[in-house]
T-cell receptor, first 116, second 114 residues
């Protein structure tokens, strides 16, 4: 079974540019999560999809971030326009769904974003 | 108060010893608890999950949960240099919107000295 994959692995862009990150979850996982880890800080939740619907986007920092999951398969996270403070590692995770709480989440390798 | 608190370390233990990693959480309603291992430059890897009070053992790893004290720990027996990594405690909690989400601690860096 293939794990969670993310693309690209690294991205270096200039302030004001646009970047789109992609995540392919484990096949059959309805839940898809985006997280971000800024240098020296803890992993922070950004948002959660259940299939194609945004279940919780309370962690999205501002409206420069747009996440989509068309068809309930892969997801994209677009940052437009990028700012210096957006630099960090963006992780995607996926899990099964169960009624009383989250299943174990499996993480992708992350995308390291550097905004210059 | 942070939702999930861990000592950042580093925690140094000699090879073969027991490493004890601790985590406290603030949401009394939390139901699911996870330990992830993260090697430098890599993504978090799930190593243990625990849902009920008591101990759960898996090989050299034992997770311990005490919901009354809002405390979860991870014991690593016979520590090996390859166990050197950052260990992340993750706890599910309910958001103000009523959704379940997982919150991570900052992680404890473990160093196993050969």
């Amino acid at each position: 079974e293939a794990g969670v994959t993310q693309f690209p692995s690294h991205s270096v862009i200039e302030k004001g540019q646009t970047v789109t990150l992609r995540c392919d979850p484990i096949s059959g996982h309805d839940n898809l999560y985006w997280y971000r880890r800024v240098m020296g800080k803890e992993i922070k939740f950004l948002l959660h999809f259940v299939k194609e619907s945004k279940q919780d986007e309370s962690g999205m920092p501002n409206n420069r971030f747009l996440a989509e999951r068309t068809g309930g398969t892969y997801s994209t996270l677009k940052v437009q326009p990028a700012e210096l403070e957006d630099s960090g590692v963006y992780f995607c995770a996926s899990s099964h769904w169960r009624v009383w709480g989250p299943y174990e989440q499996f993480f992708g390798p992350g995308t390291r974003l550097t905004v210059l | 108060q942070k939702e999930v608190e861990q000592n950042s370390g580093p925690l140094s233990v000699p090879e073969g010893a027991i490493a004890s990693l601790n985590c406290t959480y603030s949401d009394r309603g939390s139901q699911s608890f996870f330990w992830y291992r993260q090697y430098s430059g890599k993504s978090p890897e799930l190593i243990m999950s625990i849902y009920s009070n008591g101990d759960k053992e898996d090989g050299r790893f034992t997770a311990q949960l005490n919901k009354a004290s809002q405390y979860v720990s991870l014991l690593i027996r016979d520590s090996q240099p390859s166990d050197s990594a950052t260990y992340l405690c993750a706890v599910n909690s309910r958001t103000s919107g009523g959704y379940q989400k997982v919150t991570f601690g900052t992680g404890t860096k473990l160093q196993v000295i050969p």
